[in-house]
């Protein structure tokens, strides 16, 4: 595998359920974000990990809960979902370092098409 | 906050020709990146071009060229001889270097046709 993997590709779940996406990166990076993709809307940033550690919240509903074992992984755990949380999840990576200048490129998944009914 | 705007929900090119997407951006900082990325129907977003602003000569790979203008906080993109795989959503996006700015923030994106 190389690249940023995110499993699965797609998933219908009900307000009721609890379930994961799940995210793997294969490049050596330390930094690693989640998006939310609605359609006709600038893709939001979610949550940013950096070695780690949650940098960034960006006001989202307790009903996202994110989880970064360690810099190779990153888990989005739904439950209680609505139906407006329906989008395209994307996960991202980088290389991130804020002490030295760099364009750090983010590295983009497949994302995961997630509906609530 | 920075915000980056895409006024074209929409472009289309016939094969082979030119177009030209636009992308404005405000900021207060001096120092910061601006990027270019594509989003075809596979979903998977991939990095187009970027270009640091310091750098004052605007990049290019291949057939993607940028025109960068820093005073009016302008960045387009300019496809050349253009292909049917170059059919996809385009995002501008700009990232700071201080604080918060750091992380990208995205334009709501056009969709390019290509027609052939």
């Known amino acids: 595998e190389t690249g940023v993997t995110q499993t699965p590709r797609h998933l219908v779940m009900g307000m009721t359920n609890k379930k994961s996406l799940k995210c793997e990166q294969h490049?050596?990076?330390?930094?690693m974000y989640w998006y939310k993709q609605s359609a006709k809307k600038p893709l939001e940033l979610m949550f940013v990990y950096n070695f780690k550690e949650q940098t960034e919240n960006n006001s989202v509903p307790s009903r996202f809960s994110p989880e970064c074992p360690n810099s190779s992984h990153l888990f989005l755990h739904l439950h209680t979902l609505q139906p407006e949380d329906s989008a395209l999840y994307l996960c991202?990576?980088?290389?991130?370092?804020?002490?030295?200048?760099?364009?750090?490129?983010?590295?983009f998944g497949p994302g995961t098409r997630l509906t609530v009914l | 906050a920075q915000t980056v705007t895409q006024s074209q929900p929409e472009m289309s090119v016939q094969e082979a020709e030119t177009v030209t997407l636009s992308c404005t951006y405000d900021t207060s900082e001096s120092d910061y990146y601006l990027f270019w990325y594509k989003q075809p129907p596979s979903r998977q977003m991939i990095l187009v071009i970027r270009?640091?602003?310091?750098?004052?000569q605007n990049a290019t790979e291949n057939r993607f060229s940028v025109n960068f203008q820093k005073a009016a906080k302008s960045f387009s993109l300019k496809i050349s001889d253009s292909q049917l795989g170059d059919a996809a959503m385009y995002f501008c996006a700009y990232r700071g270097s201080l604080g918060s700015a750091r992380q990208l923030t995205f334009g709501s994106g056009t969709q390019l046709t290509v027609l052939p």
């Open positions: 270009q640091e602003a310091y750098k004052q």
């Open positions: 991202a990576s980088s290389q991130d370092n804020p002490r030295t200048s760099g364009a750090n490129e983010q590295f």
């Open positions: 490049l050596g990076h330390n930094a």
